[in-house]
Structures are given as C-alpha cells and as structure tokens.
C-alpha cells in the first residue's frame, strides 16, 4: 500500500511553544490531507481537512488559529500547534487521500505524540 | 455521515475466529464500508473495504447483508498480534473522503 510518514514521532516541548508536524505522502500526490487527535482510549477525531493550495477546513470547536494547518504541495501537509499548553497533549494523526480514477482510498501515517510539560 | 455502533470491546483466543458486527443503519446509497485497525500509539492501518455480499482479502473477509444496514468483520485464526483496536467506517467514494470514526471494538486476544 501506499506509505504516509509523518514527522517527528514524538516530540516534548514547554508550555507557551509552537510545535510542527509534519505529514508526507512519500509515493502519491495527495491534494487532500486531514488531520486527527487521539486522546488515551478514545477513538480519533477529526481536526480538520487540509486541502493544496487553499485553506483547511476546520471541524466544529477547533481552533484554527490554535492549529495552523498548511499544505504547500501534493505531498506535504504540515499541523503547527501555536502556544501549545498541557491539554494539548495528545497523539496527532495524519491520512492522506489517494485518487485512482474512481478508487479513492486514505491512507495514514504513523502517529505523532505530542507532550506538553 | 453515517454512524455507525460496534461493540466497546471482545475477547478471544488464538486460533479462533473472530467476526465483528458493525451497525450502519442510515448507510448511504454511495457509500462503502471499510475497517481499520489500530495498535496502540500507532496510526489506523486499512483491513478490507466492500459495498455489498462478502469480500475476502489475505487478512480478513467483510460479510455485508443484503439490505447493508450491518457488516461483519471475520479474522480467521487470530492471534496474539490480532490484539488492537477494530474500527468499521463508512464513506462515500471508497472511504476516502472525510473518515469519521466511531468508536471502535478493542478485541483482545489470548492465549
């Protein structure tokens, strides 16, 4: 299958920091990217859907200027967390959709554990 | 979307089989039913995907009913790696677009 990588895998940082993910699609273009939190024993949730070359577009009660989101190109996405405070502590996740024709499948990447201390 | 139920949680042993029942009843014309699975501190990984009667794939078979108001995930002779979390989804065009995720069936799997 097609492989997403995303990067770094964990990262600690202090309290008042900006921290960024970064999602790649190492063998397809993906215009089309989405971004989810995972809290410890909860189920994954949808943070918003970034799009190349326009703005991402937010699930409902997510900050966008909190989480910045960019997608400069059809294999990269990136999730900036501004101002990170412990509650912000949580495994990000990326997926990136793939486009063949009419078979569209997402794909994701490994997961980034985020500490705020 | 639509939603879908599943079971919080299963237990098994090796060598068993396991079928997992998902419940979508406002499913969607267009939509498929793909499932997912997660080990701890690791993204979803795809299992198998179908729209309708049964797919069968090297990991899993998806067994989907007629009416699709349901759909039954079946790991034949599991194993201690089977051990994780089981997701079901449905979606327009394949599951590739938006993917929102219930919440899950934790299948443990002993010995």
């Known amino acids: 299958g097609a492989v997403v990588s995303q990067h770094p895998s964990w990262v600690i940082c202090k309290s008042g920091t900006s921290v960024k993910i970064e999602c790649r699609s190492l063998d397809f273009q993906a215009t089309t990217m989405f971004w989810y939190r995972q809290f410890p024993k909860q189920s994954l949730m949808l943070m918003a859907t970034?799009?190349?070359?326009?703005?991402?577009?937010?699930e409902q009660g997510v900050e966008k200027d909190k989480f910045l989101i960019n997608h400069a190109s059809l294999t990269l996405s990136t999730l900036t967390v501004t101002s990170a405070h412990p509650e912000d502590s949580s495994f990000y996740i990326c997926?990136?959709?793939?486009?063949?024709?009419?078979?569209?499948?997402?794909?994701f990447g490994q997961g980034t554990r985020l500490t705020v201390v | 979307l639509a939603k879908t139920t599943q079971p919080i949680s299963m237990d098994s042993y090796e060598g068993q089989e396991v079928n997992i029942t998902c419940s979508h009843n406002n499913i969607a014309t267009n939509d498929y039913i793909t499932w997912y699975q997660q080990f701890p501190s690791q993204g979803p990984r795809f299992i198998i995907q179908g729209y309708k009667t049964k797919v069968t794939n090297e990991v899993a078979s998806l067994f989907i009913p007629a009416d699709r108001k349901s759909s039954t995930l079946s790991l034949p002779r599991v194993s201690l790696s089977d051990t994780a979390v089981y997701y079901c989804l449905v979606g327009e065009t394949g599951g590739g677009n938006k993917l929102t995720f219930g919440t899950g069936t934790q299948l443990k799997v002993e010995l």
């Open positions: 997926s990136a959709r793939r486009d063949q024709g009419a078979n569209i499948e997402a794909f």
């Open positions: 970034s799009n190349e070359g326009s703005k991402a577009t937010y």
